[in-house]
């Protein structure tokens, strides 16, 4: 049996080194035993240092991608094949956020579907969500990161039934909102 564990987390956590050495010092935590990784291909944040802490010759990590020549695919590291997990060309350099925002989570879902095919094949698959508690819980007009990707992935998860272990930096969030 395969243990999967699918990795995801907000960019934002970039912002902050120690939110960085967290988030690195999380994903450490959750990998012992963990065959595969599966992640999004966000250029920072918890993204791309899952794939940095995760990767080995003997734990493959699967990217889906959404940018460059391999969007709508799926990359695992050290191959040169690529399988795709959509057929639906992403929106253009010219198109407006909106679109982009509905591609990714049409990666996020494509994530989910595929590691919730996993579990039903029998292999041991869990969710490691890495949130930050600094955001506020409802999206307000404006913000400059507005998709909710990581809340996105985290409720299609659950909804799937998959098992959802959460992390929140700073460790005390209540706190934090509430000063």
Known sequence: MTRVLLITGPRSLADDPAAEAWARGEIRSALPGVDLVVVGDAREG?????????????????????????????????????????????????AEYWEWARWLKSRNAAMVRDIAAMRDAG????????????????????????????EHTVGLARAAGLTVTDRVWPRDAAKVATT
């Open 46 to 94: 918890v993204d791309p240092w899952a794939w940095d802490e995760a990767a080995t010759p003997e734990r493959p990590v699967r990217v889906y991608r959404t940018r460059g020549p391999h969007a709508g695919c799926i990359w695992i590291a050290g191959e040169r094949e690529f399988e795709r997990w959509t057929t639906v060309a992403p929106p253009s350099n010219a």
């Open 123 to 150: 292999h041991d698959v869990r969710v490691l969500a890495l949130l930050d508690g600094r955001k506020p819980a409802v999206v307000k007009p404006g913000e400059d990161r507005p998709t909710r990707g990581t």
